[in-house]
Structures are given as C-alpha cells and as structure tokens.
C-alpha cells in the first residue's frame, strides 16, 4: 500500500510523524518493480513505516481500511466504521 501524500505515518525507530509526500523513496536494487520507502528524519528503511489513523487529532496506527461516502479511509480500531 502507497500512502497518499497528506496521509500521516510514524516511523517505528525515531518516532517522528510526517505526510506521505515526504517520505524519502528509491528503486529496490532486490526488486525492479519495488521501491524502497524510509523516514525523512532518520532515514531508516529496514522496518516498515506506520500508516496513522486519518480521524482529526488520533495519532494512533491504522489498523483498517474501509469506504466512505467521502473516499477510502484508514483509521484506527476506535475510528473504524460501526
């Protein structure tokens, strides 16, 4: 899954939060048709980084997509739809 860019993620090392469009990106030398993905801040790109809930003020990981009528979302478990 590719973040949107105004999508907020974490990074699992540094902890820092940031948008999709600035997460750094680069061809995989393992896979031609990948791409790598790390954290703007510390550069790590060895875990994967943490997509955040998209619900206003939540800073928890998303743990579900689901469609809305305004778009797809990912929020977290106390976010999902009911």
Do not use: I, N
């Not at 061809?27 to 510390?42: G, W």
């Amino acid at each position: 899954m590719r973040p949107s860019p105004a999508s907020e993620l974490r990074c699992p090392q540094c902890r820092a939060v940031f948008r999709g469009a600035d997460v750094l990106t680069a061809p995989s030398p393992f896979d031609p048709d990948s791409e790598l993905r790390a954290c703007p801040q510390c550069r790590q790109c060895e875990e994967p980084l943490r997509l955040l809930c998209d619900a206003p003020d939540c800073h928890r990981e998303a743990g579900c997509g689901w469609p809305s009528p305004k778009g797809y979302r990912w929020t977290c478990w106390q976010h999902q739809e009911a």
